[in-house]
């Protein structure tokens, strides 16, 4: 099983699929914790390419082809092998995050990212958690972290919105669970494993 968290920055995706692959370790599941950009060795060199320096520093079609390839990595070397092992893999950000970053806000780029993904990844998750919740929220939690990855986050906040927007829209189609982020860590890891025994 291949599940896939998605969400705008600091919506607190991290932290529930941190909460999710504990959960399903409990319940007898061999885990697979993972993240995009990065995952494998070479996909977390990609990452510092991409998530650090200047918000111009790539154009938005070298920023498709660079997280397309951390993808391509990370499915080799880590996502495939976990699954032929019949383990289940728990990503924090897969595609649907280079649909709508690069797909969405940088541009109406979208052709080239879903012809891409289709040659070189043609992969979806089996279920994706879409942790929505403002933008307004999720820039104050993320600015509040202070990293150097902050490339994206830069852009700031009408984007943001944006970016919210375009996830909900995505979230129509049937492999995605739309969870409330507002709350407690607590309270948004109760409704993940509610949506998640919902469908089991
Ligand atoms: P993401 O991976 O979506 O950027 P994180 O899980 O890293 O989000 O959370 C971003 C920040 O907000 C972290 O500092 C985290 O501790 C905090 N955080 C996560 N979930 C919540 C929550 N429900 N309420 C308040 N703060 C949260
Ligand atoms: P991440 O570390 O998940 O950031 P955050 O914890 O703030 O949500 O991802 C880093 C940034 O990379 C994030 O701003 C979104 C961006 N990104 C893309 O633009 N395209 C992609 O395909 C992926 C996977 C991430």
Known sequence: ?????????????????RRLAAYLRAQGRDVVLTREPGGSPGAE??????LQGDPDRWSADTEILLFTAARRDHLEKTIRP???????????RFADS???YQGVTRGDLRAKVDALHETMIAIEPDLTFLIDISADTGLGRAKARQTAEERFEDFGLPMQRQMRSAFLDLARQP???????EGSP?????RVVAAWQARA
């Open 186 to 190: 607590d309270d948004v890891a109760a």
């Open 175 to 181: 492999r995605f669970a739309v969870i409330d982020g």
């Open 98 to 100: 280079t649909r709508v």
């Open 45 to 50: 060199e990609i990452r510092a390419l991409v």
């Open 1 to 17: 099983m291949f599940i896939t968290f998605e969400g705008i920055d600091g919506s607190g995706k991290s932290t529930q699929a």
């Open 82 to 92: 976990a699954l032929a092992a019949g383990k289940t893999v728990v990503c924090d």
